[in-house]
């Protein structure tokens, strides 16, 4: 190419391209072409006389349809070239062969669908049946079955097999099979379900194909009798009777109707009175002997053997200790228990008591004689007297003769109401207590008859402290701290600036809970509608004026002041800018590209577009 001058022509055909660049180094020319079709031939000359021919130049001729996934397009004929597993003239049908189908019951199952899948194998295949998805699709090892599982459905359906883009469509390829029953089920004695395959019988006859009769009451249950299917009649099992065994025979029956009758329905027996047993068998005893505790009963006679202690026919009776030790109490048959005479005690009544039992601990009884020995402080023939401990230091107290405690005045204590009380027992630590005279001695701190009262320091503010008399220190309201409420806690931390022509500030900082008295000064002018929005946040309106000022709040006799802390601001100009730029726009022509190396080469086609820079 490095003998071609660089006035060299370019003809495609007939047709002459124009616009001919050489690349810098020289192997590559473009130039613009025309429209045409199919392969033409391309010729370069120069003016030196000398030239060359290229065959391989074709126009491309664009396919009608999408060729993918399936294939691609040959652009040398405009038609699509398809794959291994893809057919037709868009390459989108499934390279399948499907023979025929092993159908399903309506219920639904397996389904298997022969025929030749070796050039899909490869593929993840998807099955749909009458729009029903046919899931866990899968081939067998020489990809003539391919199997999934349906579900339930009626008539005749469409399958469809796809992959992707890729599909494969067969109509009326498929129908649900229904089911049969054995015998026809025994007509005129039922029906067939044809969905599930099983008999509907009538009333009177049963079996898989109702074949047999039915017995009454289907012979009360298979643990009462079985029922013979040829006859219809019911066979019992033992202590069962009725046409349908629905009867329970009562055991011995009930020994006999003069002991008891026989509940068919249950087969309880019912015994008449003097009788008991599950058939009535036994004699019972009167009152049952009054428990198993008092005696055994002979079930064949009737007749009680009571236990010692116990008597009567029914061994109702119970026997009294030592007979209650007669004639010192009577005898309660029903309990046992003696109800003995005045002075006598004792389960047998065989104890004396004494006059108030010797007030027991305070003495000691003699059981044989009934008479009292009195322990020290006590006396009386019961030991009933109790002396009280210093005669309750009389007038101070009175003495229980029955308990020898003293009941003391309200100003006395002590077992003797000896000790003298003090107010609030001089509320200790905080004072001592003369236990003679009753009179507190309180420490340098507190005061009171009782001590009760703790002195706050000398000068609590009187405007912003109160003396907590129950610990002795000054309380401050919000405004004030320090050990007599008298350093000030106001405090500005910040203040809003405004324009020259004033306006609302807001103060930030402490300020407690303000009083009526508040004012708030900027500079030497005075805030005015003075709003407290908490006790850390306040709010005011300014007169106009400029510079930086202080801030001071005075609340009655606190002030705060906070230097320099407020500014008037000059209005200030708002200065729009715009940013400039440049846009531009460059055209891109349609090129033919060409490069010759040796005899090779190549043509490339692009379309006219335009693209615009922003900057």
Do not use: W
Not at 518 to 531: A, E
Not at 587 to 606: E, F, K, P
Request: hydrophobic content about 25%.
């Amino acid at each position: 190419m490095s003998k071609l001058s660089n006035s060299i022509k370019i003809n495609i055909g007939t047709i002459s391209c124009n616009s001919v660049y050489f690349t810098p180094n020289t192997l590559q020319i473009t130039c613009i072409v025309g429209a045409g079709q199919s392969f033409q031939k391309m010729k370069f000359s120069d003016g030196n006389g000398l030239s060359s021919t290229y065959d391989g130049f074709y126009y491309k001729v664009l396919c009608s349809n999408d060729c993918t996934p399936g294939g691609r397009c040959n652009d040398t004929i405009g038609t699509c070239v398809c794959n291994d597993e893809a057919l037709g003239i868009d390459c989108k049908t499934l390279n399948l062969q499907l023979t025929s189908v092993n159908h399903t019951f309506v219920s639904g199952g397996q389904v298997f669908l022969n025929g030749d899948f070796s050039k899909v194998n490869h593929l993840a295949l998807n099955v749909e049946i009458g729009g029903q998805q046919c899931i866990d699709p899968k081939l067998n090892s020489l990809f003539t079955i391919l199997q999934c599982k349906i579900g339930a459905g009626e008539g005749i359906k469409n399958i469809t097999i796809t992959s992707g883009k890729l599909s494969f469509t067969k109509d009326g390829a498929f129908q649900y099979q229904y089911y049969t029953c054995p015998n026809s089920c025994s007509p005129p004695h039922g029906s067939c379900n044809i969905y599930n395959g099983e008999c509907v019988c009538d009333n009177e006859t049963f079996g898989n194909n109702c074949q047999f009769i039915q017995c009454p009451l289907n012979c009360s249950t298979a643990s009462r009798g079985t029922c013979d299917g040829n006859t219809g009649k019911c066979i019992c099992n033992n202590q069962y009777t009725g046409d349908a065994c629905q009867f329970i025979q009562c055991p011995l029956n009930c020994s006999t109707p003069l002991r008891g009758t026989c509940d068919d329905n249950t087969g309880i027996c019912t015994c008449d009175n003097k009788y008991s047993g599950d058939a009535c068998q036994f004699i019972q005893c009167p009152l049952n002997c009054s428990t198993p505790l008092r005696g055994t009963c002979d079930d064949n006679t009737g007749i009680c053997a009571c236990d010692d202690k116990y008597s009567g026919d029914a061994c109702q009776f119970t026997l009294c200790p030592l007979n209650c030790s007669v004639p010192h109490g009577n005898c309660d048959l029903n309990t046992g228990i003696c109800s003995c005479n005045n002075k006598y005690s004792g389960i047998g009544c065989e104890i004396s008591e004494c006059p108030l039992n010797c007030s027991t601990p305070h003495g000691t009884c003699n059981v044989n004689t009934g008479v009292c020995t009195c322990n020290n402080k006590y006396s009386g023939i019961g030991c009933e007297i109790s002396e009280c401990p210093l005669n309750c230091s009389t007038p101070h107290g009175t003495c229980n003769v029955n308990t020898g405690i003293c009941t003391c005045d309200n100003k006395h204590s002590g077992d003797g109401c000896e000790i003298t009380e003090c107010p609030l027992n001089c509320s200790p630590p905080n004072g001592t207590c003369n236990v003679n005279t009753g009179i507190c001695t309180c420490d340098n701190k507190h005061s009171g008859n009782g001590c009760e009262i703790t002195e706050c320091p000398i000068g609590c503010s009187t405007k912003h402290g109160s003396c907590d008399s129950k610990v002795g220190l000054c309380k401050c309201d919000t405004q004030t701290k320090g050990l007599l409420c008298k350093e000030s806690r106001l405090l500005i931390e910040s203040a809003d600036s405004t324009n020259s022509n004033g306006g609302t500030t807001t103060i930030i900082g402490y300020f407690g809970t303000p009083t009526s008295l508040l004012t708030i000064k900027i500079g030497d002018s005075n805030c005015t509608n003075i709003k407290v929005i908490n006790e850390t946040t306040l709010m005011c309106d300014i007169g106009e004026g400029d510079g930086i000022h202080n801030v001071t709040i005075i609340d009655d006799d606190l002030s705060y002041t906070a230097i320099n802390l407020f500014q008037y601001v000059n209005h200030k100009k708002e200065i729009s800018k715009i940013s400039g730029g440049a846009i531009a726009g460059i055209t891109i022509g349609c090129v033919a590209g060409i490069s010759l190396l040796g005899a090779g080469g190549y043509y490339q086609y692009r379309r006219n577009k335009k693209v615009k820079l922003f900057i």
